[in-house]
């Protein structure tokens, strides 16, 4: 059973630093179109943060510069390193991937179980 298991979350202070991480796990083939996405109490999912199995990364204006974004193939895991955090990234993180199959070579969308992020003093 492939599943998107996410770990790194916590609490802390402003101007502080935090890793996520998701880790694939299962039969899996190749994992791409990778996101990181949060949601914040009242609203919407936004993308945080995106790579393509190219390398090509985007970001949301809010979080360039402070965030980013990586993988590691060999462990089909992906992180979010996140600097200089502030107040306003409080939320809920989610890690998206799309994962082909390794013996139906099917294409599946998977989300992780979310981490929940806060930056207070």
């Known amino acids: 059973q492939v599943q998107l298991v996410e770990s790194g979350g916590g609490l802390v202070q402003p101007g502080g630093s935090l890793r996520l991480s998701c880790a694939a796990s299962?039969?899996?083939?190749?994992?791409?179109?990778l996101g990181w996405y949060r949601q914040a109490p009242g609203k919407q999912r936004e993308l945080v943060a995106g790579?393509?199995?190219?390398?090509?990364?985007k970001y949301v204006d809010s979080v360039k510069g402070r965030f980013t974004i990586s993988r590691d193939n060999a462990k089909n895991t992906m992180y979010l390193q996140m600097n200089s955090l502030k107040p306003e990234d409080t939320a809920v993180y989610y890690c998206?991937?799309?994962?082909?199959?390794?013996?139906?070579?099917?294409?599946?969308?998977?989300w992780g179980q979310g981490t929940q992020v806060t930056v207070s003093s």
């Open positions: 998206n991937a799309k994962i082909r199959h390794l013996v139906s070579r099917r294409e599946y969308d998977y």
């Open positions: 299962g039969s899996i083939l190749s994992m791409y179109g």
């Open positions: 790579t393509t199995s190219s390398g090509t990364t």
